[in-house]
Nanobody, 116 residues
């Protein structure tokens, strides 16, 4: 059973940066694609960044150029570097990993609040 634990969220001022981490346990990360999602109050969960097994990355238009997803297979961890944060980035951020298109049970997420 794959378990996901997100960390690194917090309160940051507009224009600031945060680095989120997603620790994966119960399996070997290199066999999975990874993704970061977010859910703002009253909105559906949305995919903001993904990374394939081979390291190809893709981003939603709302974060492109500001966020960077990466993976460290040796540490079984997926990261999300978030720069130039905006108030509209405020949300609970979740990670997930996929194998053969199947996602795992969601973790608890980590709250990101962008406010002055």
């Amino acid at each position: 059973q794959v378990q996901l634990v997100e960390s690194g969220g917090g309160l940051v001022q507009p224009g600031g940066s945060l680095r989120l981490s997603c620790a994966v346990s119960g399996s070997i990360l290199r066999f999975y694609a990874g993704g970061w999602y977010r859910q703002a109050p009253g909105k559906q969960r949305e995919l903001v960044a993904r990374i394939t097994i081979g390291g190809y990355t893709d981003y939603s238009d709302s974060v492109k150029g500001r966020f960077t997803i990466s993976r460290d297979n040796a540490k079984n961890t997926v990261y999300l570097q978030m720069n130039s944060l905006k108030p509209e980035d405020t949300a609970v951020y979740y990670c997930n990993v996929l194998r053969n298109g199947v996602t795992q049970d969601w973790g608890q997420g980590t709250q990101v609040t962008v406010s002055s």
